[in-house]
Structure formats: C-alpha cells, structure tokens
Nanobody
Framework: QVHVVESGGGLVQPGGSLRLSCAAS????????MAWYRQAPGNEREFVAR???????NYADSVEGRFTISRDNGRNTMYLQMNTLKPEDTAVYYC??????????WGRGTQVTVSS
C-alpha cells in the first residue's frame, strides 16, 4: 500500500508561481512513475506531468515550458514547480503514484486558484 499526500496549493495572481509537493509513504519501493493531474470544476481530470523512476519526464502541452516536475528521493517527495500561472490553471491538483503491478494510488488533492 502506498499513501500520497499533496500540499502547497493556494491563491496566486496571474503570472505568479507556486510549488506543489507530493509526499509518498508506505510501500514506495514498488513505485515506478509518479504524476500530477488536475481537475477544474465541470471538467474531467486531466494529465499535467509525470516523472518515471529513470528520470523521464512528460508534460501536457498546456503546461510545457511553465511547469517543472522533480523529486527528492531522500524525502520521498515529488514536486511540481508552476510558473507563469494563468487563470485556466485553476483546479484541484492530484498526485498519482503507480507501481509495477498496475495499481494506482491517488491523493486527495490540493486546490490551486489563479485569480487577481
């Protein structure tokens, strides 16, 4: 079993920055990829970025060049640095950890609001 907990959300003005964190605990040695998703009101949950155990990263077109995914293995924590935020980035951001058996573990999300 793996537990992931997101933090770092909040209210920020357009053009501002936030850094989200995702802390993993439990049977983390089986995790091979971690990812960020987001869901805005009335929309389906969508992919934002992912980071594999080998260090490969992928980003949604809408955040490419503005968001950066990274990890601190010593702290079992993944980050999402979000720069040049736009109102359309407003959403609940979720962390997902996936293991090699095909199980996905989701956090409860953290709210990001971009507004002046």
């Amino acid at each position: 079993q793996v537990h992931v907990v997101e933090s770092g959300g909040g209210l920020v003005q357009p053009g501002g920055s936030l850094r989200l964190s995702c802390a993993a605990s439990g049977s983390i040695f089986g995790i091979y990829v971690m990812a960020w998703y987001r869901q805005a009101p009335g929309n389906e949950r969508e992919f934002v970025a992912r980071l594999t155990i080998t260090g490969t990263t992928n980003y949604a077109d809408s955040v490419e060049g503005r968001f950066t995914i990274s990890r601190d293995n010593g702290r079992n924590t993944m980050y999402l640095q979000m720069n040049t935020l736009k109102p359309e980035d407003t959403a609940v951001y979720y962390c997902k950890a996936s293991d090699r058996r095909g199980y996905n573990y989701w956090g409860r999300g953290t709210q990001v609001t971009v507004s002046s």
